[in-house]
């Protein structure tokens, strides 16, 4: 499943106050979609209507074309789940292109959990529409931008691998200019993996294929989101200003488009519906419960559905499960593995699951839930209790609504489920992935050879050591010379550390490493010495690459990464915090604080080969995972500790690797490679027109930039962020 667009935007008294120890005090607010107001007994009082079936995952087709309920592992062409889907040559010939039209506009009414707010929505709904193909599909689609609020746009189609087609990934100042208002672009790209995806102000894109583990219907998206009542520009500029945590919680969680705006007494005994009516934003019947429907089990044989889970959330990392159900892990990101049983799930921002939950037999729901056909799905910020649970946190506990969702074996009953209370199955965590020896992929890898067992840092290639300066021939200058013959005195080597850019013959073969933390302090770099990635819309990355690579074009905050090499595995740290006493003989400051990040590469699925929750140490030796490690595009970056990945040079290209929390992305907590950079220039020459129709797009942006925009000022830039 696949993510796409690049906008995100966010849209008190008390009402009622509930005492969930006792039947429903207080009538349901009927939600705008349902045509009943209903009464219980629930000892876990909820105060909004359940909505009817979702269109995302009620009456949605699965397709049998390639196969069958009772032989998913198979596909078109004589391919199959075992096929190895990164050798495109195969990957399935369909022929076939699925054409969509997506139009932005600015200035719409969503009023998704209560309170309505001015949105930016795709073709006039949020999420967007269901973009749908099957695997070796190519897909067409023209993005027209409609925005009436002086902003470009551009559609990245998240965890898709673009392979040879860079200038289709959709990032503005890295891969294309902006579409500026009133202009339109198409995109096309080919279909090489399969599986699920969603991002941002932004819609679902599923490309069927085989599957591990049988099921028999597939029952589409759970796009999973925060809400915000506040711009994302308002909160961008708190989180520039440092304001307090606090500030960045989301107001509500949706799951596809559909929650309630509620809060919980500080004793975490009680919710209630937190928007003033008094406020003409305020709309109750517009708060609702999602609703899924599923059929019941036969005595005979099973009936298994299949969900994909999608966090398309802005900064809130979330916990998902079922009431009373557990289910089986099927896909991570766009990896197919080996079917893992969970009752619980942590998602980190853009990550995906496809997951398989195995439908009650009517006896069952009789006999143990007592005839009760509507389960709670549940969902909560990593770190957060449920209403109900016991605070065990000496700290103290923040407390919410985890029931979001329902999952119903009876399309008829609106009755609230009336088990488990409130109450969480999961205890909060440090927002932890899966154990990623659980992650075991389907089509194996074996990395022996091509990555160390065990790798020692005692020299990496430090991407974050670069000078403060905007002068392009100190940051491009080099500190020493290096190839491949003196590779081991290099790493031996106790002297100044070479800036980041285009690397010299040998610098590629060393162990890359980021580390967030502004911890690497030196006498040169008293305060660390990250410098944050910005680019410039006006001269995209690829832009400036179509004549080969020159450093003195390349600014330094584009933070350029060179791996000239081809079909070399590259191994890359990053982490958040760093715990060295000395570095290269010189004394470092303490270690900073960090928190977990999201990390997101394009072009790539990348193998996961080491992931701690300690500290990095500077010159340490690490263990890696090298035989059929976990492989997915989003991993955590625990708090306070690491994350090794490895990735094979094997898709020529300027490519994102970024923190997919939005407000670090957008303060600069990026960098890109630039991949195998002399054959670029050759790959754009080789589709006839592209180099041309890339600079009309990017003229006509700085034609369009070149008006200034109402609202701008000498004090307000036009570009204040990062640019991603």
């Known amino acids: 499943m696949g993510l796409w667009a690049r906008f995100v935007t966010y849209g008190m008294s008390l009402l009622h106050i509930y005492d969930n120890q006792s039947p429903l005090p207080f009538p349901i607010h009927p939600s705008v979609h349902h045509d009943a107001e209903f009464t219980s007994s629930s000892p876990s009082p909820f105060p909004f209507g359940i909505a009817p079936a979702n269109v995302y995952t009620d009456g949605f087709p699965t397709d049998n074309l390639c196969n069958g309920p009772l032989n998913r592992d198979k596909w078109c062409d004589n391919t199959s789940i075992n096929t190895d889907y990164e050798n495109v040559s195969l990957v399935p010939n369909t022929g076939k292109t699925n054409y969509y039209t997506l139009v932005v506009t600015s200035g719409n009414k969503f009023c998704g959990d209560g309170y309505c707010r001015e949105t930016m929505l795709i073709n006039e709904q949020y999420p967007g529409p269901l973009l749908r193909g099957s695997w070796g599909d190519w897909f067409e689609i023209t993005v027209v931008n409609k925005l009436s609020n002086c902003n470009g746009t551009s559609f990245h189609w998240h965890g898709i691998r673009q392979w040879n087609t860079v200038w289709e990934d959709g990032v503005a100042g890295i891969t294309e200019c902006p579409i500026a208002p009133g202009t339109n672009q198409t995109y096309r790209w080919r279909a090489t993996q399969y599986g699920t995806n969603a991002d941002g102000i932004a819609g679902p894109l599923i490309i069927d294929g085989p599957s591990p583990l049988n099921y028999t219907i597939d029952k589409g998206p759970l796009i999973l989101t925060d809400w915000y009542h506040q711009s994302a520009f308002g909160i961008y500029y708190q989180e520039l200003m440092a304001a307090p945590p606090s500030t960045f919680a989301p107001n509500s969680v949706l799951i596809n488009g559909q929650g ?205 050591r670069r000078p403060g300066t905007q002068n392009v021939t100190e940051v491009f200058g080099r500190a020493i010379d290096v190839d491949a013959s003196n590779l081991e005195n290099l790493r031996k080597n106790k002297g100044p550390i070479p800036p980041p850019g285009f690397n010299e013959p040998g610098e590629e073969d060393l162990p890359h490493i980021w580390d967030f933390g502004n911890s690497h302090r030196d006498a040169q770099n008293p305060n660390g010495s990250y410098n944050s990635f910005m680019i410039d819309w006006r001269n995209a990355s690829l832009g400036l690459a179509f004549n080969g690579i020159n450093s003195t074009l390349w600014n330094p905050r584009y933070v350029p990464v060179s791996l000239p090499k081809v079909d070399k595995w590259t191994v890359f740290a990053i982490a958040s915090d760093w715990d060295a006493s000395k570095n290269h003989g010189t004394e470092v400051g303490a270690a900073v604080p960090g928190s977990a990040h999201p990390i997101h590469l394009h072009g790539h699925d990348f193998a996961i080969l080491a992931q701690s929750y300690t500290p990095f140490k500077y010159g340490a030796t690490y263990g890696m995972d090298i035989i059929n490690p976990a492989r997915r595009d989003v991993v955590m970056l625990p708090a306070n500790g690491f994350v090794v990945i490895g990735f094979k040079t094997d898709n020529p290209g300027t490519w994102l690797m970024h923190c997919h929390i939005a407000w670090h992305a957008s303060a600069g907590l990026a960098l890109q490679w630039v991949e195998r950079p002399a054959e670029i220039p050759a790959l754009i020459a080789s589709q006839p027109g592209l180099k041309e129709s890339f600079e009309d797009r990017c003229q006509k942006w700085r034609d369009w930039d070149a008006q200034k925009c109402e609202w701008e000022t000498g004090s307000l830039a036009f570009q204040d962020d990062s640019g991603i």
């Open 260 to 464: 309630n705006f509620t809060k919980v007494t500080p004793d975490g005994q009680s919710v209630f519906f937190a928007c003033n009516t008094t406020d003409p934003n305020c709309s109750p019947d517009s708060a609702s419960v999602f609703r899924t429907n599923i059929n019941p089990s036969t005595p005979e044989s099973g009936t298994f559905y299949k969900y994909r889970i999608i966090n398309t959330a802005v900064t809130t990392h979330l916990t998902f499960w079922i009431d009373g159900h557990e289910f089986w892990v099927v896909s991570t990101d766009f990896v197919p593995i080996k079917p893992l049983k969970r009752t619980f799930l942590h998602v980190a921002i853009g990550q995906r699951y496809d997951i398989i939950i195995e439908a009650k037999t009517a006896q069952t729901l009789r006999k143990k839930w007592k005839g009760s056909p509507n389960f709670w799905i549940k969902i909560r910020r990593c770190d957060e209790y449920c209403l109900g649970d016991v605070c065990n946190d000496p700290k103290g506990c923040s407390f919410v609504e985890c029931r979001q969702g329902i999952l119903s074996y009876d399309q008829n009953s609106n009755a609230p489920p009336n088990r488990d209370s409130m109450t969480g199955k999961a205890t909060p965590q440090n927002c932890a992935d899966p154990d990623r020896s659980t992650l075991k992929p389907v089509v194996e890898r074996n990395l022996t050879g091509l990555v160390d067992a065990n790798m020692k840092f005692d020299y990496p290639y430090e991407v974050d």
